[in-house]
């Protein structure tokens, strides 16, 4: 559970620094809207796919 809230804080900071919305994520990186709000809300437990287009996405769009 430690990494997932990792993961959530990640999101949630990378949008703030980029002035993004979840809809903004969820479209880059080609996830669904629920998926990426029900992250953050650690109520999700992404796959490893999931995680690997998240960290691609912010990795690659800094």
């Not at 080609?30 to 995680?51: Q, R």
């Not at 998240?54 to 769009?61: F, P, Q, S």
């Amino acid at each position: 559970m430690n990494d997932l809230t990792k993961l959530a804080e990640e999101i949630v900071g990378y949008q703030k620094k980029h002035d993004l919305t979840d809809a903004d994520v969820a479209f880059g990186t080609h996830l669904s809207v629920e998926k990426i709000h029900n992250i953050k809300i650690n109520s999700y437990t992404p796959t490893a796919d999931d995680i690997q287009r998240i960290n691609n996405y912010m990795r690659d769009n800094k």
